[in-house]
């Protein structure tokens, strides 16, 4: 008998942990679960041409990503009254939350700027933001996030730096602002992403309704925090129909008044508006897609965004450049090869209107792998 058919006890273990340290009641903010994506979505976005996740993450980018998870949430929330927003800490507000909320206050006081915008308006600022917002998490949760009840159980990751770390030392020459993840964790939070994702989203929304008793209405609330529809991808749609002759990304069709702009790698997957991200579509052809991967023909077409020497990779990053929209091609090349090497042998792809095809596993290994 085969042994690949059971279980790999080793990934079901790890998640089982993981889902108790988000029940774990001893946190005060809900910092735990936007570390927790955050290193989800580095693994991810570290993930090598020939598809090994990262044996770390620099402290600098999980402050930047976890900006980017709570950059929709620091906008006031229409469930509450006034322009309040949404507390994310057990008594007061969680100071990363005010942080981004003062920087907003000053810099993009327009609730609907893309934080790429924002980043391009006020670029100083903005890297003073993070720097504030990396000690915040070299400071606390990155040491306290792997505590169970009085336990300290580094199952995901290793800390580079001594616990009780003050800020000075941390500009030290060899000071290490990296977590270093523990054994397979990085492989398994890349393989297992796509559970743990949602069930991180749904914790850290109960965790805010608890937070927030005076709400009025919490309908919408899941979307208001992770949502795609959250920044307008009006700007886009133009140029990318343009850049694809006015047809459809996936079926070719002519695209009429109602093209819509759709994620090539699924919102619910990896949550970005990167430029080399989206696509133009039919809308039936979007909705049809949903959240699938899409199918290898697909990917290939997809690819020459990211050659930097071709017309249209130029043609996005100067789109980008002029629209201060966010363009990261290297981190989005490596989210798709961090999806499309681990797919399973019986993933379905996408590959039109109600039409699945089994993945060309060679195939996508010849055209991602390096
Ligand atoms: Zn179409």
Redesign the pocket.
Known sequence: MSRGAEPDRGAIEFAERLIALLDEGAYTATYKFAVLLALLDSCLEGTSAAGAPPDSVATADLARRVTELYWPQTNPYAGLSGTAILRQNSSGQAEIIRDIRRFRERNAPDPSTPLAEARAKAPLQFAHLLETVEWKLIEMPLPRLQVMGRVHDPFIYRIGWDAHVKRPQTRVAGFDARVHFVGKAAEYLVQLGGLLRPLIETKWANRILRFNRQMVSDAGLPEFLFGAERVSLGAVRPVLRELQGDR??????GLRSAAEVDHFVPWARWPDNGIENLVA??P??NNSKRDFFAATRHLEAWLPRFDQTSGLGRNLRDTAGALDWDTHPARTLSVARAFYLHLPGTAKLWLSRDAFENADRPRIVALLAS
Do not use: P
């Open positions: 459809c990304f996936y079926c070719g069709g579509s039919h039936g052809c």
